[in-house]
C-alpha cells in the first residue's frame, strides 16, 4: 500500500453566511497546514457561543479544499482511500464535487473510500466542518481537521486498517489477522500468503513464521466494515478472511513503565509471491491484572498507578497538537513520577498513545463524556443549552466504541478502557443496562483488558450511584471520592467495607496545582481550582498517602496533569489545575508529587518565591517539597530548623522494641513540610539530608530588576517537512542571571527563514492574547513559550525575542532545518 501524509497544500475558509448554505464558498479561502484547529486563528471572546466551557474560543463552519492528482494506473489497480484520524466535528467529504462520506464523532477516525469518484489527473477534495452546534463541550474541543489525514492507494485484498490483534501470554505472541477485499472476489487460483517478521529493539530477527491462506472469503458484517475503518456506507460489497496462529519468543525483554520494551512485527501479504500488502505494528510483552485485594498487577508484581487526567488540547496549538509537544510534555510528567495518563474524555490521538508506549504509561483509554442523557454546560451561575454527544449517542455509540476499541487494542500501554465519565444514568433506575452493552462490546472485542467507569455520583446527594449499576463494572472509578459527609474522612472505608470482591481505582480526584507562580493568601471557599498555595497539599496529600498504604486501591488519576483549555470563568479562558501549565511549565505541584512519586534522585524544592511585596516582619508559611528524610531551612544564613514527615510510618518488627529503620521524629503527618518564617528579602534555603547526611540544595532568592532574556530551544537542527516543530522556552533574568519570577514584560517575537511561529503562550489562565500574534506579547511571572514549525527549504531560521522596557532585554536562537 502507498500512504502519503497530507498536511500541505490545504486551504480552509471559515463560513459566515448567514444562509448557512452547504454549498462551498467561492471566496474567502487562505493557506493551512494540517492538523488545523481553526478555533486557535481568531481572539477570545466573552460572548462566543463556546461560554467560558469552551475556552470563550470560535466555533462555526469551516471548509477545506486541496486537489490530489491520480494516474492511470492507480484507477485501474487499486482503491483509493482518504483516511481522517479525527475532524471536529460533524465533516462532511466531497471530491470533484459529489458526497463522499462523512463522520460525526471528532474524536473517533474514519475513512472515505474516493475510488469511484476520481479520474486521471487533479481533482478536488472538500471538507465542510460544522461546529456550530454551541456549547458542545463541557471543555474546550477545538475545530477543523485537527488530526492527520492520509491518501492511501491500495490492492483490493489488503490486511484490513484494524486487521490486526496482536496479544501476549509469557512467551507467546499471538496473532489475529483480518483481510478484506471490496470485491468479493473467490479466484481460486490465488494464491495468498501471509508472512510474520518479529524483530528485537536491535533490528534482529527473534521469530518468523509464514502461512498460506484457504480461500475461505466470508460476507462482511458491521463489525468489519468497523474493522477496515470505513464510515457511512456500510452496504457496500465487502468481504473478510481471518486467520489466527501463535509465535513463540524466548525469554522476551518485558514491558512496563521501568522498560517500556518494544519489538516491531511486520506483516508482509502477498498473492502469488507477489508483496500486495505491508506493515508493522509495535509489540510490547506483558501482562496485567486488576484483582480486589491486590490492586493492579504488571508480569505479576504489585504497582500503583500514579496517574494523571489529560486532555486533549496542546494550549496555544488548540486541539491540533504536534506529537513533539505531547513527547515534552510527557517527558516532564515522567520526571514528576507519573506512570499512567487517564484520556479524559475520549479517544486520543493515536500519535499520543504511540508515545506512552515508548515512553512508558499505563493508559486508561477513555470513550464518552455522555451517553443518552444529556449534561447541562454549567459555568459559574450560567447554564447554556447543551449540543453534546448526547444527541448523537443512539446512531453512533456503537460504531465510535467499537472504532476506538479496533485502533487502539494493540497498545502495550492501554490496561483499561473507560466506557464513560460521571455519566448521569449511574443513577437511573434501568442505567446499567446501557452498560452491559458497553462493557459487552468491550469484552468481546478484546477480551484482555477490563473495563471502568468514572462515577461521579458514589455516595452523592440527593441522588446517588446505584450498586445494580457499579456492578455491572469491572474496576469501579471513584470521581472525588472525599467529596461528601463523613467520607471526606474514611475515603473508600465505608465501601470496602460492603464490597470486598470490587475492584477499586481513583478515576479522578483533586491536585494541588494553581496558577504558577501566583501566591495568594486568601481563601476563595468558591474556588475550585486556585487554593492558596500553603494549603493547597493538605487535603490531597490525605488521599494520596491512604491510596499508596492501601494495596486494594489499584492508584488514582489526579485532575489535571496539565492546565487545559476551556472550563472556565471569564476572564480565564482556560483551567489552572495542572501541575504543568499550559506551556508545559512546571508549577509547584509538580514538585509535591515528584516528592511522593520519585524518589530515584533526592531533591528539595521552596515555596513562595522571594519577590513578594510584603512588608518585611510579615509571617508567611515557607513550604518545602523534598523526598529527603529531613530538611532544614535557612533565611538569610539562619537557621529555622530541621523537621521530618511522618510519611510513611512504619512499625515494629521481628520482637517488641524492634524497628527496621530509624525512626525520625516527625513534625508532621502531612506530605511536605512547612515553616512559619517573618518576610526579609534576600535568600532563603532549604538543605536536604538522607542519613544524616547532606544530599541537597536549594534556595530562592530575592532578584534585581529584569535585565535579559535567556532564550533556549528543544532542538538546534529540524527537518525540513513542513511538520516538524521547534519549542522554545524564554526565561526573563536579573544581572546575575536569575529567573525573576514577578516580571510581565511585553514581548516582540521575530522569524527568519522558511518556519512560522504557531503558537506563543505564556501560562496565564486570564491572558487574551492570540496565540499567534508575534508582537506585543506579555510574559507571565518571567516566562513564554513558543512554538516553531519548519517549512520544506534547508536553511538557517533564527528566533529573536525582544523586551520593551528593558535595557538590552534580546534573546537569540538559531537551528538549522535539514533535509531528512
Request: aromatic share 10%; hydrophobic share 35%.
Amino acid at each position: 500500500m502507498e500512504k502519503y501524509r497530507l498536511h500541505t497544500g490545504w486551504t480552509f475558509c471559515l463560513d459566515e453566511r448567514n444562509e448557512k448554505d452547504e454549498t462551498a464558498p467561492s471566496e474567502g479561502f487562505r493557506a493551512v497546514t494540517l492538523p488545523h484547529d481553526w478555533s486557535t486563528d481568531y481572539p477570545f471572546d466573552p460572548e462566543s457561543d463556546t461560554c467560558g466551557s469552551g475556552g470563550y474560543a470560535k466555533a462555526g463552519i469551516g471548509w477545506y479544499q486541496r486537489t490530489i492528482t491520480i494516474s492511470e494506473n492507480d484507477i485501474k489497480n487499486r482503491q483509493i482511500i482518504l483516511y481522517f484520524e479525527g475532524v471536529y466535528m460533524k465533516s462532511s467529504v466531497f471530491v470533484n464535487g459529489t458526497y463522499a462520506g462523512g463522520h460525526i464523532y471528532g474524536y473517533t477516525p474514519f475513512e472515505v473510500d474516493i475510488t469511484a469518484l476520481v479520474h486521471e489527473g487533479e481533482n478536488e477534495i472538500l471538507v465542510r466542518v460544522d461546529n456550530s452546534m454551541q456549547p458542545g463541550s463541557r471543555w474546550y474541543s477545538g475545530s477543523g481537521i485537527t488530526r492527520d489525514v492520509w491518501l492511501e492507494k491500495r490492492h483490493p485484498i489488503h490486511i484490513a486498517r484494524y486487521g490486526m490483534y496482536l496479544t501476549t501470554d509469557e512467551g507467546n505472541l499471538n496473532i489475529s489477522t483480518t483481510l478484506h477485499t471490496s470485491e468479493c472476489m473467490k479466484d481460486d487460483d490465488a494464491s495468498l500468503s501471509l508472512t510474520f517478521v518479529l524483530k528485537d529493539q536491535d533490528g534482529e530477527e527473534n521469530a518468523k513464521k509464514d502461512i498460506t491462506l484457504k480461500n475461505d472469503w466470508t460476507e462482511a458484517d458491521l463489525d468489519a466494515a468497523i474493522l477496515s475503518g470505513m464510515d457511512e456506507d456500510v452496504s457496500k460489497t465487502l468481504c473478510q478472511l481471518q486467520t489466527s496462529l501463535s509465535i513463540q519468543v524466548e525469554n522476551p525483554v518485558l514491558w512496563d513503565h521501568e522498560t517500556p520494551y518494544l519489538y516491531e512485527l511486520t506483516t508482509i501479504l502477498k498473492k502469488n509471491d507477489t508483496i500486495i500488502d505491508e506493515r508493522t505494528d509495535k509489540v510490547g510483552f506483558r501482562n496485567i491484572e486488576f484483582d480486589a485485594k491486590k490492586g493492579f498487577l504488571i508480569n505479576g508484581k504489585h504497582v500503583k498507578l500514579n496517574g494523571v487526567c489529560l486532555h486533549h488540547d496542546g494550549g496555544c496549538v488548540g486541539a491540533a497538537v504536534p506529537p513533539e509537544i505531547w513527547r515534552r510534555r510527557l517527558e516532564k510528567l515522567k520526571c514528576m513520577g507519573v506512570n499512567s495518563v487517564r484520556c479524559s474524555h475520549n479517544p486520543p490521538d493515536e500519535a499520543l498513545l504511540d508515545l506512552c508506549d515508548e515512553l512508558g504509561f499505563y493508559v486508561m483509554d477513555e470513550a464518552f463524556d455522555e451517553w443518552r442523557l444529556m449534561k447541562a454546560k454549567e459555568i459559574g451561575s450560567n447554564t447554556h443549552e447543551s449540543h453534546g454527544y448526547s444527541m448523537y449517542f443512539d446512531a453512533c455509540h456503537e460504531w465510535d466504541l467499537k472504532t476506538m476499541l479496533y485502533r487502539d487494542r494493540n497498545h502495550p500501554g492501554i490496561v483499561l478502557w473507560s466506557i464513560g465519565n460521571e455519566i448521569p444514568e449511574e443513577v437511573v433506575v434501568g442505567g446499567e443496562e446501557l452498560a452491559v452493552e458497553l462493557s459487552g462490546y468491550c469484552h468481546t472485542i478484546d477480551p484482555t483488558r477490563k473495563v471502568t467507569l468514572a462515577h461521579d455520583q458514589i455516595a452523592a446527594e440527593p441522588y446517588s450511584a446505584r450498586d445494580a449499576f457499579m456492578d455491572k463494572i469491572d474496576v469501579v472509578g471513584y470521581n472525588y471520592v472525599g467529596r461528601w459527609r463523613a467520607r471526606a474522612e474514611l475515603l473508600y472505608d465505608a465501601d470496602r467495607e460492603e464490597h470486598l470482591d470490587r475492584c477499586v481505582i481513583g478515576t479522578e480526584n483533586p491536585s494541588a496545582g494553581y496558577i504558577r507562580s501566583d501566591y495568594n493568601f486568601e481563601v476563595d471557599p468558591g474556588s475550585f481550582w486556585n487554593k492558596p498555595y500553603y494549603t493547597a497539599a493538605v487535603t490531597v496529600g490525605k488521599l494520596l498517602r491512604y491510596t499508596m498504604v492501601h494495596d486494594f486501591v489499584a492508584g488514582d488519576y489526579m485532575w489535571t496533569g496539565i492546565d487545559y483549555l476551556g472550563e472556565a470563568n471569564w476572564p480565564q479562558r482556560s483551567a489552572g489545575c495542572g501541575c504543568l501549565d499550559t506551556c508545559g511549565f512546571e508549577k509547584d505541584a509538580f514538585y509535591f508529587y515528584k516528592s511522593v512519586w520519585n524518589q530515584k534522585e533526592k531533591f528539595a524544592y521552596l515555596c513562595p518565591h522571594w519577590n513578594l511585596k510584603l512588608k518585611k516582619g510579615t509571617v508567611l508559611p515557607v513550604i518545602c517539597y523534598t523526598n529527603c528524610e529531613d530538611a532544614e531551612l535557612f533565611v538569610n544564613g539562619r537557621s529555622f530548623g530541621m523537621k521530618s514527615k511522618g510519611f510513611p510510618c512504619y512499625g515494629m518488627t521481628e520482637r517488641y522494641g524492634h524497628f527496621d529503620r530509624y525512626r525520625r521524629p516527625a513534625n508532621t503527618d502531612d506530605l511536605f513540610l512547612s515553616w512559619d518564617v517573618p518576610y526579609e528579602p534576600g535568600k532563603i534555603e532549604v538543605v536536604g539530608y538522607h542519613d544524616g547526611k547532606e544530599v541537597c540544595r536549594y534556595n530562592v532568592e530575592t532578584t534585581g530588576e529584569a535585565a535579559s532574556i535567556k532564550l533556549t530551544v528543544d532542538k538546534t537542527s529540524v527537518d525540513a517537512d513542513g511538520r516538524s516543530i521547534v519549542q522554545a522556552e524564554v526565561r526573563i533574568v536579573d544581572g546575575e542571571g536569575r529567573l525573576v519570577l514577578d516580571a510581565c514584560p511585553e514581548l516582540d517575537f521575530t522569524l527568519e527563514g522558511d518556519a512560522e511561529i504557531i503558537g506563543i503562550d505564556n501560562g496565564d489562565p486570564a491572558c487574551h492574547e492570540q496565540w499567534k500574534e508575534t508582537k506585543g506579547r506579555h510574559a507571565f511571572n518571567g516566562m513564554a513559550y513558543a512554538v516553531i514549525r519548519a517549512g520544506q527549504n534547508k536553511g538557517e531560521l533564527t528566533l529573536t525575542v525582544q523586551a520593551s522596557g528593558v535595557d538590552a532585554a534580546i534573546g537569540k536562537a538559531s537551528v538549522t532545518i535539514s533535509q531528512k
